[in-house]
Nanobody, 122 residues
Framework: QVQLVESGGGLVEPGGSLRLSCTAS????????MGWYRQAPGKQRELVAS???????NYTNTVKGRFTISRDNAKNTVYLQMNSLKPEDTAVYYC????????????????WGQGTQVTVSS
């Protein structure tokens, strides 16, 4: 079994900052790409940022220059530092990881966390 557990969401005023964390645990063989998605009410889930095992990153245009994704491979953890938050950043943020487990070490699969709410409001 593999689990992704997110933390760090909450309520913040516009212009504020939050740091999200997501740790993968269980029978993990190797983690490849990790990323953060978000889903606002009435909207589709969208990719916010992703990071490959070699630390190459990708961001959606609306967060470039404000959000930073990073990872700690030793801790199986991915982070999302969110600065200069705007009301339109309000959403449930989900962690995603592409990984293999010990039962099937050559077959990558995608896993999701349970989501953490981020609300930007004055």
């Amino acid at each position: 079994q593999v689990q992704l557990v997110e933390s760090g969401g909450g309520l913040v005023e516009p212009g504020g900052s939050l740091r999200l964390s997501c740790t993968a645990s269980g029978s993990i063989f190797r983690i490849y790409d990790m990323g953060w998605y978000r889903q606002a009410p009435g909207k589709q889930r969208e990719l916010v940022a992703s990071i490959a095992r070699d630390d190459s990153t990708n961001y959606t245009n609306t967060v470039k220059g404000r959000f930073t994704i990073s990872r700690d491979n030793a801790k199986n953890t991915v982070y999302l530092q969110m600065n200069s938050l705007k009301p339109e950043d309000t959403a449930v943020y989900y962690c995603n990881a592409k990984l293999t487990n010990h039962a099937r070490p050559m077959v990558p699969a995608g896993y999701w966390g349970q989501g953490t709410q981020v609300t930007v409001s004055s």
